[in-house]
Structures are given as structure tokens and as C-alpha cells.
């Protein structure tokens, strides 16, 4: 467990500018403390203890703005950043190395039983304000732009944007727009007009020709 929190602080120093020393982290960022309260509620989901787990995680979310299942699977060095408004839901899978901002949803449509909520792949960021519904998979080392909604499938090491959302980078080549970072996102009605373009000029051309 030491060496969990370890991991986790030394994590948050890492990505966070912002942070100034292990004992801040500790002692006053939420989301580690979500993410510490989330283990031992899981742990009591899984031995079937499911009112003491819920019973914790509910405090969790009452302390930190943060409502994490204690069904959800979380792997390692997970970083919530700020966090208010993070909702992740009961059958979420999360990878190693994953970075989610404020406001993030990870939900199901209410149309599947079972599996209802996404997984998460390997080093993925999750950009503030998206929505990550259903049983989808976010392949690894991919990026969700903010104000997102993803509802399909995302292939390893993407960027995808807008509402629905889609994939504008793939493998480090573009597909339909500039290159995402968190100032700079890329426009979805600004790309489709940019389409709309392009199209008409081909028109144009074939009847000049």
C-alpha cells in the first residue's frame, strides 16, 4: 500500500506544475485522496461487502466532488487532476498511467446490462468535460479532447474530438484536423466546413473540365 502511494504521489509531481511537495499532494489534492478512499471500498466490493463499499465511496464523493464505484477497476499511477465533477461508474476498467481532467464522465446510455461502461486503455487522457459512455474501448496512448462525447470504439494512440466524437489523429498522422493539445482543439464545425470546401472545389474543377 506505501508503495501505492508512492507511485501515485510521485505520479501527480510529475504532471502537475502546479504541485509543490509530496505533503501537499498528500494532504490536499482530492483526487489522490478519491483514488486512496476507491481501494479500500474496492476491496470490500469484491469480498461482497457492498454496503460498507458504497458507504466509502459516497464519502469520497461527499469529501472530494469526486464519485467513483467501488466496482470500477483502477490500475496503477492514476491522475485526477482537480477532479470536481468526475463520475466513473460500476463495471469501469482503467489502465496504467491514465490522466483524467475535471468533469469527466465515464457512463453507460442505459441501453446494455452487465458491461456497461467503457475501458480504458494504457496511458490515455481524458480531457475536461468529455463523456465516455458505454461498453467502448479506448485503446492505449490515445487522447479525448474536451467537451468530447465518445459512444465507439477509439483504435490505440488516437486523438478524438467533438460531439459525436471522432478521430482526428491516428499514429501520429493527422485525419482530418491540426494536432490536439489543451488550448488549441480543434474546431468540429470548422473541420466539416473545411470538408464542405474542399468538396466544392473538386466540383468545380470537374465542371471547368
Sequence with gaps: MFDLLKEDIKAIQDRDPAAKSWLEILLLYPGLKAIRMHRRAHKHYLKGHSFRARYISQKAARKTGIEIHPGATIGRRLVIDHGTGIVIGETTEIGDDVLIYQGVTLGGTG????KRHPTIGNRVMISAGS???G???IGDDSRVAAGAVVLKDVPPNSTVVGVPAKVVR???KKVDAAPLDQIHIPDPVQIELDNITKKLKELE????E
Design 135 to 137: 461498453p467502448i474501448n
Design 111 to 114: 441501453k446494455d446490462v452487465g
Design 131 to 133: 463523456k465516455v459512455l
Design 205 to 208: 474543377a470537374k465542371i471547368k
Design 170 to 172: 491516428q499514429n501520429g
